[in-house]
Structure formats: structure tokens, C-alpha cells
């Protein structure tokens, strides 16, 4: 069952999504963030590291962190403020995977939240911990580069196999093909915008379109794909 808590010097009860004003002689608020992966797991431990490194407020999960949709981790974020500090046991508290820990650490600082790990005694308001926060944007900006290559490098492969990708097409390839023919025989753009329930646009895509390997090729044709001899490469024009 998913848990969303908040811990105060009163106890255990629900967050409400108002904001306390629980700040530290620095007029910031200290708050932690506590998580098991299930329910039958308890956050004492956690609470009590926490409550002694001086959290005012913490907010927990019962969920596992590869789900991203972690209502407790949400509240937090929704609740802290630039110059607020976060407060953890562990990293590992703030995801499963490198890559989650990552993305909720970059959400944090471009928040302009300072981070404490206990475990890993990383601390955002010393210059080693300002170092590895350089570092992590760096791992952050990496991965997201990654994540766009592979999907270029999909997409095109998509492309050279004659899949499409991106949105759903309007026309099948079979009618692109009938919509070419037809004009090429003369046929105007508002009679094919009529014949075939499309929009004037979505015509001329069909007529301007790159792929004209694929589309001008006989029905069930197979796509020839050109291949450099000397080099084994796919898609290299001669």
C-alpha cells in the first residue's frame, strides 16, 4: 500500500501539503527523506538516523524506487525551497538505479536544494560535497546524451529497414503510393484531400516525402537498402 508520511516532533501523521515554518538558526529547513520497498519493511531505523542529524520534518515512501511515481519523494520536492537541505541515510534511498538517484539529485539541486547522504558523509554545503554535485550534473548531462543517441540510432535503423516512427501515419503506404500515381497523372490536391478524408497537408508530406524509394516502389516490393562494398556500411549513397 503506497505511504505518504511526514515526521514531526509530534509524531507520525499525514502530510497535508502545507507548508511549516520548521526552519533551522539559518532560517532554512532541514527535512529528510526516508523509504522501504514494502510495507511490511519498517522506517524506525531510518527515522531515528535521520531525527538526530537534525531533520525537523521527514517525508517516506513504502514503495520501491524504481517507481518513479513516489508520492512521499514528491511532496518533498513540492515542499523545499532554494537553500532548504535534504537529508537521506543513504543514496540508495533516492532510487534503485544509478540513473534514478541521478535524476532526483539534478531535480534537487536546480532547485537549489542542498543534499546530505549520511552513509556516504556527502554534504552539498562543503566543497568536496559542491564537487560531487558538479560531478553528478556531469552524469546527468551523459546519460541524457546517451538516451538521445540510442534513440536516433532506432530511429534511423527504423528508417533504413522502411518502418516508420514518430506518430501514427494518416496514410498507409499503399495510399501514399495512390496518392503519387494520382497526381502524377494529374489529379488535383483538392480532389485527393477529398478522395481521401485528409488534410492539405498531410497530402503534400505524401508527395514531398524522402522516402521515395519505398513509396515509389511496386506494391510488396522488398526496400533495397544501398551498402557500401568496401566498407560493409548500410545506407551510404554511391
Known sequence: MDSVSEVGAKGWRVVTGARAELCDSFGMSVVGYARVSTGRQSLDHQQDALTAAGCERIFADKLSGVREDRPGLAALVDYVRAGDTVV?????????????????VE??????????????????????????AGIFAALAGYERELMHERAAAAREAARLRGRHTGRPRRLSIDQMRQVRALRRSGESISD??????????????????????SLDAPAGAPLEVPVDVATGAVGVGS
Open 88 to 104: 537521506v541515510v543513504a543514496l540508495d534511498r533516492l532510487g534503485r538505479s544509478l540513473s534514478g538517484v541521478i535524476r532526483t
Open 192 to 213: 485527393l484531400v477529398r478522395s481521401f478524408g485528409v488534410s492539405r497537408a498531410t497530402i503534400y508530406r505524401a508527395l514531398q516525402t524522402t522516402e521515395l524509394a
Open 107 to 132: 531535480t534537487l539541486t536546480a532547485a537549489g536544494v542542498l543534499l546530505r547522504s549520511l552513509r556516504e558523509g556527502i554534504d552539498y554545503g562543503t566543497p568536496t560535497g559542491r564537487m560531487l
